[in-house]
């Protein structure tokens, strides 16, 4: 069955300090995969893809096919960052994404 | 400016009441999707289309239903409303073509039955 892990539903840090957003996925074939973020009072959106390799406002994402994992990184948290973190497989094949239950990122000043 | 709305934003209803969810957008996808999404929980999705006249149901069970006449237009509905129905509504789009996952999401409609 197609899962999403996001074991932690509620990470509290202080400005300034890594952060590691975990994600663990179940999914058949080969997926994209996908982190969006909701900030207060705003809509769902793409935070970054995995194919794009990119740092998105300081982020990072780490594909691990062996472990089936796409945590999400960022080495100084700031408090704007504070928001709702979604991992988010994409099937090619349905052309279908999936959820996991998200995490809650506090950054404390 | 290419965008996709939802309204209503807020409902609240009694039981046994139709109700539709408005769903459009102008950013001329081909797919697009519902998810319910209960406070604090994953979303899960419960309609989606490929384009006109195309609609499949989601992996969560849902007894509402959609339409897709119009590529801009994806609404959704409830014939009959119950207090079980009273959830957060989101619809999203995306492109068709190539490999493009990226959803692009409304600000969500959260129903209330009472």
């Known amino acids: 069955a197609q899962r999403v892990t996001q074991p932690e539903k509620l990470l509290s840090v202080f400005k300034g300090a890594p952060v590691e957003l975990k994600c663990n996925y179940s999914?058949?074939?080969?997926?994209?995969l996908f982190w969006y973020v909701q900030y207060s009072r705003q809509r769902l959106q793409l935070l970054l893809r995995?194919?794009s390799r990119e740092s998105i406002k300081g982020f990072t994402a780490d594909l691990n096919k062996g472990e089936t994992s796409f945590h999400l990184k960022k080495p100084f948290a700031q408090e704007e960052d504070s928001a709702m973190y979604y991992c988010a497989p994409f099937g090619t094949g349905g052309f279908k994404t999936i959820f996991g239950a998200g995490t809650r990122l506090f950054v404390k000043a | 400016e290419a965008d996709i709305y939802q309204t209503p934003r807020y409902l609240v209803i009694g039981t046994g009441k139709k109700i539709t969810l408005e769903c459009s957008q102008t950013m001329g996808h081909d797919k697009m999707y519902w998810y319910q999404q209960d406070p604090g929980m994953e979303l899960h999705l419960i309609h989606y289309?490929?384009?006109?006249?195309?609609?499949e149901k989601g992996d969560l069970s849902s007894e509402s239903t959609v339409s897709r006449i119009r590529t801009e237009h994806f609404p959704l509905t409830l014939e009959s409303a119950r207090p079980s129905h009273t959830s957060q509504y989101l619809c999203a789009s995306s492109e068709y073509k190539g490999r493009s996952g990226e959803l692009f999401f409304g600000e969500g409609s959260r129903l209330t039955v009472l």
């Open positions: 999914y058949s074939g080969s997926p994209e």
């Open positions: 289309s490929y384009g006109v006249n195309s609609t």
């Open positions: 995995h194919i």
